[in-house]
């Protein structure tokens, strides 16, 4: 695949050399401009230091023996064999005082224990039953088979929306965790006003998160210092440490999590798992020992966060001008067997609920969603959160009503979505949306695609009788950056609305920033420094960051909700202005200057209309560290500071994808001739980056509406276990796109607004509707496969 | 996902490896390209006692162009048979096997002995009646492709057996046409088509144990039918099973369209 940018070529890597004192500090910095990225030197040489690649003194492996079975007691545990062979074996007994519980205010919500190593029963395929620790990763796998278990089979329920067989926690009988009713309006009269009611049942497919590099972590406990080291691929260093601490009884400075380069993550690696929890139980009884556990991709079919397993029955109300008048829907969610940690089994179905109507402006609304327990790999957070499904649905219903009406389905959604004139609009939700500009992004879209091109095209194509094309489009809002008052997660027992940041000019006038956010490849390293760089104004070149390790970082929630740009850079940016206010201070003072006539540029100190420096920040700080005697009065030493930044409101992103698709009539294979997704990103701080992960999400997007699948069979098996079933996409399946922007500065310091997700959101309903715009398909279950696409074809 | 401990035997000679296999008693196993074998010993799915690995030996890569058809060393890798120019249908087949890396590894003797009922390369040798010789304990012997396939990963191969080398003769016309799930998946199904000696024969992977002859469609071609009656011929005479790509009528209609498209290739509309 390749990428174009709709609004021709970004911006060309910009020259370091000093920009004149006299030059407006708008023309100088590095946000916006497409500056190397710090990570890539390492990353892109093989030299990225990734879990995988510690090698520590005494480093012993781990693997994990699971449970064959997706339902079953277990009534004995031997492991002789295995401790006889010389292996150390840690079985569930060893840790049943622990467990896994995720918290949520909501007033349906169903606490459920998750253990850390499964030892009454085992409640899906893949679930840790014990450890064996031994020199190599293949001595552990032999140590596994010494191990006996006995299970006594229970009968599993795979599929949420079926009556249960036999309850997967007895604190839940129907095995429902959670349910909400969202209402808003007045529902049954306003379906009574409707002139056209469209009704659908549609089913989603269950999706793995899938990074290259699998969960791993290194576990090692300092006895003398009583202090837990952590090595962990995690997204959430912080709540990591959080809750081990908690869970070990340890206080939070002896637990240090560090989260090193991390191969992706895309929300499956925001989650704190039993086999994280493990590895560090198992390092507390073996002191000095270094425990190394890496996640193979099977393990990671089979047992990660999976996420979209859902069906909405879903009825919308329609004007015969085609206005949407109500919406109504029933949502079952399928959560797996255990209520993740700390996200819980809300996390799916309450994002559904409370963003089903998306862009659009809608009074009367009622929406039931559940999260339904099942005998599978537990859900959680994945790229897009519910949303590729619900806006899948949202669209499927502009869709039908387009065609019944016999409106177009792109003048249907321009009648009802909402304008700049509606912000803020409140949905019925009650989520308050700050955007607006879906229409904006909607045309860009169709002039990037060539909309009457493809038009003149399909008709030509079903006069001459060649395989059809069809157009689809969807619009979405991406709730992201959220702050306090709209905090990501249900109701959990914190609010993860803020990030922290440190800021030091060090002694020679370089500056290191320790920031609480972390990265899975999204080159947070280079977004920090440019925002610090430019906020205090010296050269990105001179800017070191440092993420992930929570000894160095105060605090950060880390990576989820699109939302490191907007509250770690909101952080970041806050404290280098801090940092920078004593800088001009102390500089002012030096050179015996007017504070508000001081600039700084490129490490160098101006006086405005004096084209050179006065002095340079290095001496500066070299002032503030080593040469107290030149500190004027009031003035302590030191050049740096630490600040929180929390938006307290989030930053909607609005979205609009298009594509043309040809359908082979005889094998039912969709071929993307032209795929665009225009967003506003607000203002775009490094503009590959932003393009990058637009062109990622779509990619993601493209793979779950055509080709991944997780598929278990009635007995509660994973029938995709291997890659070899699980189809990812690869270059050769993700098309050439364009992206286009519309960057409204949102209101946030940088202007700055999620982009981490988006992408992901339209391509289940932006081929569901070429489907049907091509051939009249309706497309009831995903993925869109030949096999399904072929059945339509030859009922 | 790590295999099972074996002993591991580099070979310099078919005679070293075919008496290594011997004293493994049927417990040993040929390491080739790896390509099927080490993701079936990292699943603990297959467990030999020994491994014996045949990448050092001498000559058994060549491709030789002999009257009227090709020869192919066992191991020639799979990127060689698509650089190779003598016989272009082995050309084309092996393009669509897996990706770059696994076409760098695997080999013709493995593919075959391997059996799969989705690869190209058994398909192909059943396609243009290949012949294979096999090193045994009592010696060289030469049997049809067709004979070799017994089922899905079966052949008539002993466990003292190697593939040294398979023939491939040249058809005079040929079509190849694939369809699968992504760009280099195994094939949902292959069609071959490919004249020997005179008459039109048309075999199908993917949609049997064993590669299988559409004989109801070459009849069809033979009598002067269409590609399009050939291809509805196929879709029944065949009988696939269903999976999680495709249920058996959607396997049969595109066994017929991938039919349709190959003879498509020697002009036959």
Redesign the interface.
């Known amino acids: 695949m390749s990428v174009d940018r709709a609004d021709g070529p970004a911006a060309a890597p910009r020259a370091t050399a000093p920009a004149p004192a006299s030059a407006a500090e708008d023309e100088s910095g590095s946000l916006g401009r497409n500056v190397r990225r710090k990570e890539d030197r390492r990353l892109v040489t093989g030299h990225g230091r990734f879990v995988t690649d510690l090698e520590l003194p005494r480093m012993r492996h781990v693997a994990f023996l699971r449970s064959p079975y997706g339902h079953a007691r277990i009534t004995g545990v031997d492991a002789t064999a295995a401790r006889d062979a010389g292996h150390r074996v840690f079985t569930g007994r060893d840790f049943a005082h622990v467990v896994l519980r995720a918290q949520s205010a909501l007033p349906s919500y169903i606490e459920t224990d998750q253990p850390i190593l499964a030892h009454e029963k085992v409640c899906f395929s893949g679930e840790p039953v014990a450890a064996v620790v031994a020199k190599d990763?293949?001595r552990a796998?032999?140590g596994l088979?010494l191990v006996a278990v006995d299970y006594e089979a229970l009968p599993p329920t795979v599929c949420a929306w079926q009556e249960p067989r036999e309850p997967v926690h007895p604190e839940a009988p129907d095995n429902v965790l959670l349910q909400r009713t969202f209402d808003a309006g007045s529902v049954t009269d306003a379906f009574a006003a409707a002139d056209l009611v469209v009704e659908r049942e549609l089913v989603t497919n269950r999706h793995a998160g899938n990074p290259m590099e699998c969960r791993a972590g290194v576990a090692l406990w300092d006895a003398a210092d009583g202090k837990l080291t952590f090595w962990n691929g995690t997204q959430v260093p912080h709540i990591v440490r959080n809750m081990i601490a908690e869970l070990m009884g340890l206080s939070e400075g002896k637990v240090r999590v560090v989260a090193p380069d991390v191969g992706g993550g895309f929300g499956v690696k925001a989650v704190l798992y039993p086999e994280d929890v493990a590895l560090c139980l198992m390092a507390r009884e073996m002191p000095g020992i270094p425990l190394k556990w890496v996640e193979?991709?099977?393990?990671h079919l089979l047992a990660a966060a999976h996420a979209r397993d859902h069906r909405y029955l879903i009825k919308a109300g329609f004007a015969a001008d085609g206005r949407l008048l109500a919406l109504e829907a029933d949502v079952t969610c399928n959560v797996g067997a255990y209520s993740v940690y700390p996200w819980t089994a809300g996390i799916e179905p309450l994002m559904a609920g409370g963003l089903l109507s998306g862009p659009y402006k809608l009074d009367n609304y009622r929406c039931t969603v559940r999260g339904v327990a099942t005998n599978t790999a537990p859900a959680g957070p994945y790229r897009g959160v519910a949303r590729p499904a619900s806006v899948f649905a949202m669209e499927t219903m502009f869709d039908d009503a387009a065609a019944r009406l016999g409106i177009d389905a792109i003048e249907i959604r321009r009648r009802n979505v909402i304008t700049p004139e509606d912000i803020p609009y409140k949905m019925p939700s009650r989520l308050v949306d700050d955007s607006g500009h879906y229409g904006e992004c909607l045309d860009k879209a169709l002039d990037a695609l060539d909309h009457p091109a493809f038009r003149a095209e399909q008709q030509r194509r079903r006069e001459a009788g060649e395989n059809p094309i069809g157009i689809g489009v969807a619009l979405y809002n991406e709730l992201t950056g959220l702050g306090r008052a709209a905090s990501a997660g249900p109701r959990m027992p914190f609010r993860t609305g803020h990030d922290a940041c440190t800021v030091r000019v060090n002694p020679d006038g370089r500056v290191t920033v320790i920031s609480g956010v972390t990265s899975q490849g999204q080159g947070l390293e280079t977004t920090m420094a440019q925002i610090v760089a430019d906020a205090i104004g010296v050269r990105y070149d001179d800017v070191d960051v440092r993420i992930g390790d929570t000894d160095e970082a105060l605090w950060g929630f880390g990576a989820f909700s699109s939302r490191q740009a907007v509250i770690g850079g909101g952080a970041a940016h806050n404290t280098a202005v801090a940092v920078k206010e004593k800088l001009v201070k102390l500089a002012a003072e030096l050179i015996e200057a007017a504070e508000a006539d001081v600039r700084v540029v490129d490490g160098e100190v101006y006086v405005v209309g004096d084209p050179k420096a006065q002095i340079s920040v290095a001496e500066v700080a070299r002032v503030a560290y080593l040469e107290s005697n030149r500190l004027p009065d009031g003035i302590d030493p030191g050049l740096d500071a630490t600040t929180f930044f929390d938006p307290i409101r989030g930053a909607f992103a609005a979205g609009a994808q298009a594509a043309a698709v040809e359908v082979d009539r005889?094998?039912?294979e969709l071929r993307i001739l032209k795929y665009v997704c225009v967003e506003d990103a607000g203002r775009a701080m490094h503009p590959q980056i932003v393009d990058g992960q637009i062109a990622g999400s779509v990619a993601q997007g493209l793979g779950g509406a055509l080709?991944e699948?997780l598929?278990y069979d009635d007995a509660g098996n994973l029938?995709?276990g291997t890659l070899?079933?699980y189809?990812m996409?690869?270059s050769?399946?993700v098309p050439d796109m364009v992206i286009g922007h519309v960057s409204h500065p949102a209101a946030n310091p940088l202007g700055v607004r999620g982009v981490g997700e988006g992408g992901t959101l339209g391509p289940n309903a932006v081929l569901a509707g070429a489907l049907r715009d091509a051939l009249g398909i309706e497309v009831n279950a995903l993925p869109i496969?030949?096999?399904s696409v072929?059945?339509e074809l030859?009922p | 996902m790590k295999c099972a401990p074996f002993d591991y035997v580099r070979a310099g000679s078919v005679e070293e490896v075919v008496k290594v296999l011997g004293e493994a008693d049927g417990d040993g196993k040929i390491l080739a390209g790896g390509q099927s074998l080490v993701p079936v010993l990292a699943l603990r799915m297959a467990r030999p006692s020994v491994l014996v690995d045949v990448n050092r030996i001498p000559g058994l890569a060549r491709i030789r162009p002999v009257d009227g058809a090709v020869e192919v060393g066992a191991l020639t890798r799979h990127s060689r048979l698509v650089e190779q120019t003598h016989h272009p249908l082995l050309a084309e087949a092996a393009r669509w096997i897996g990706h770059t890396a696994i076409r760098s590894r695997g080999t013709t003797g493995g593919s075959i002995a391997h059996a799969d009922p989705s690869a190209e390369l058994p398909v192909v040798a059943a396609g243009v009646d290949a012949t294979v010789t096999i090193a045994g304990p009592s010696g060289e012997r030469t049997v049809a492709a067709e004979e070799l396939f017994l089922g899905a990963l079966l052949t008539s191969l002993d466990d003292g057996d190697m593939i040294v080398r398979v023939r491939f003769p040249l058809p005079t016309r040929w079509g190849f046409a694939e369809f699968a799930r992504r760009h280099g998946d195994f094939a949902l199904v292959t069609a071959v088509v490919a004249e020997i000696a005179g008459s039109l024969r048309i075999t199908l992977g993917g949609v049997a144990a064993v590669p299988q002859r559409a004989r109801a469609a070459e009849q069809i071609v033979a009598d002067g039918g269409s590609a399009k009656d050939a291809a509805r011929a196929t879709a029944d005479e065949i009988d696939p099973t269903a999976d999680l790509h495709g249920s058996a009528p959607f396997r049969r209609a595109i066994a017929g369209e991938m039919v349709r498209r190959a003879l498509a290739q020697v002009g036959i509309e």
């Open positions: 990763r293949y796998e032999d088979e193979d991709r099977a393990e005889t094998t039912g080709f699948h598929v029938s995709t070899l079933d189809l996409p690869t050769a399946e496969s030949p096999a072929w059945k030859h």
